[in-house]
Structure formats: structure tokens, C-alpha cells
Nanobody, 121 residues
Framework: QVQLVESGGGLVQAGGSLRLSCAAS????????MGWYRQVPGKQGELVAG???????NFADSVKGRFTISRDNAKNTVYMQMNSLKPEDTAVYYC???????????????WGQGTQVTVSS
């Protein structure tokens, strides 16, 4: 079964750092883009960061200069380093991966289970 498993969320004070990880497993042929959305109850989710298979990155304006994203293709894993965290970063972070599964040539989007990030002031 193809799945994405997230880890690294938790509680942190403003100004602190966290690193999220998201590992894909299962019958995977290759992976295109990976990244994270975040969602606060009562608000629309937003794209936080993404990274293409070639390593090109994209960030929400609100996190530019504070967050970085990287991937280890050999491990089918994406990482997001979150520095200088602010209370407004508090959200559930959902990893996504555009995965090409075995026997297929086009990708489908899979989602992680979500991980809570809480930043206190």
C-alpha cells in the first residue's frame, strides 16, 4: 500500500525551530513534486512549500526566508526545516506527494496523515 507518513510536529516557543519529515513507501515508481499544505480550523488551507523532482522550490510569502525544503530521492523523503517560528505558523501540516505508482506512467497526489505544529508566544 502506498502511503506518506509524517513526523516532526510538536510544541515550540516563538523563535524556535522544528523539522518536519515525510516519507513515502509502497509500490512507487517515481515521485514528482512533494511538499506541505497547512490548515487552521475555520480557514482555508494554504500551500506552504513545494519541491519538484529536480529540486526547484516554492514557498508561501509568509514563510520565505524562514522555512526551507529539501528531498532525499533515494529515501523517497521530503524535509521541511522551519526556523524563526511564529504563533501564526500554528496549524496542522499535511504532506503531499505526486507519486507514480508501479505499472503507471502518470502521477497521483497522495497525502500524509497530518502533524500538529503549535507555536506559543
Amino acid at each position: 500500500q502506498v502511503q506518506l507518513v509524517e513526523s516532526g510536529g510538536g510544541l515550540v516557543q516563538a523563535g524556535g525551530s522544528l523539522r518536519l519529515s515525510c516519507a513515502a513507501s509502497g509500490s512507487i515508481r517515481s515521485i514528482n513534486a512533494m511538499g506541505w499544505y497547512r490548515q487552521v480550523p475555520g480557514k482555508q488551507g494554504e500551500l506552504v512549500a513545494g519541491i519538484t523532482s529536480g529540486g526547484i522550490t516554492n514557498f508561501a510569502d509568509s514563510v520565505k526566508g524562514r522555512f526551507t525544503i529539501s528531498r532525499d530521492n533515494a529515501k523517497n523523503t521530503v524535509y521541511m526545516q522551519m526556523n524563526s517560528l511564529k504563533p501564526e505558523d500554528t496549524a496542522v501540516y499535511y504532506c503531499y506527494g505526486d507519486l507514480i505508482t508501479t505499472y503507471y506512467t502518470s502521477s497521483s497526489r497522495f497525502w500524509g496523515q497530518g502533524t500538529q505544529v503549535t507555536v506559543s508566544s
